[in-house]
T-cell receptor, first 114, second 115 residues
């Protein structure tokens, strides 16, 4: 099976712009989660989608949003970009999304905000 | 609050020697624990997990981890380190307050294996 894919791999934006990142989960996986990785804060959970519904949300401002489509593909959007949004954004998928499931991660999208 | 700690920022070991990367956790109830590895400019790769059962969990690439409930630890081990094991290692615990797959990660430990 193909792994989790994320596009684009690299992005450069300027402050105030918005950005959309895309994630395609492993075939058959219905749960998709997003994480932000920065040197200062480490890995932090953004949100999780299951069957097109946001099931959980981390402690991030409303500028961060996401959605999931019927084919389980997911997008996350960041509006009004700030310098501090520069990070590696990781998507992870799992089969049924229950507590014992393993999450498999994509390669990430490196976002740089200038 | 649930948390996981990796007390060492860096672990240095010579090739062929055993390695240990430490992880302790704080979770109410039974923990669901995971180890991931990250190579430069790559995503996280799953190594192993503890859900229940045998305290010694075997995973990918010859790694194993020992769950110790009394010490609230889940240390990652490998009998003989390889230079190619050099990477960033993350311990994580499932955030059971969220009833989904959200993980709480430690800060990470950089493993450096010298030849």
């Amino acid at each position: 099976k193909a792994g989790v894919t994320q596009t684009p791999r690299y992005l450069i934006k300027t402050r105030g712009q918005q950005v959309t990142l895309s994630c395609s989960p492993i075939s058959g996986h219905r749960s998709v989660s997003w994480y932000q990785q920065t040197p200062g804060q480490g890995l932090q959970f953004l949100f999780e989608y299951f069957s097109e519904t946001q099931r959980n949300k981390g402690n991030f401002p409303g500028r961060f949003s996401g959605r999931q489509f019927s084919n389980s593909r997911s997008e996350m959007n960041v509006s009004t970009l700030e310098l501090g949004d520069s990070a590696l954004y990781l998507c992870a998928s799992s089969t049924s999304g229950d507590l014992t499931d393993t999450q498999y991660f994509g390669p990430g999208t490196r976002l740089t905000v200038l | 609050a649930q948390s996981v700690a990796q007390p060492e920022d860096q672990v240095n070991v010579a090739e062929g020697n055993p390695l240990t990367v430490k992880c302790t956790y704080s979770v109410s109830g039974n923990p669901y624990l995971f180890w991931y590895v990250q190579y430069p400019n790559r995503g996280l790769q799953f190594l192993l997990k503890y859900i229940t059962g045998d305290n010694l969990v075997k995973g990918s690439y010859g790694f194993e981890a020992e769950f110790n409930k009394s010490q609230t630890s889940f240390h990652l081990k490998k009998p003989s380190a390889l230079v190619s094991d050099s990477a960033l290692y993350f311990c994580a615990v499932r955030d059971k307050a969220k009833a989904g797959t959200a993980l709480i990660f430690g800060k990470g430990t950089t493993l450096s294996v010298s030849s």
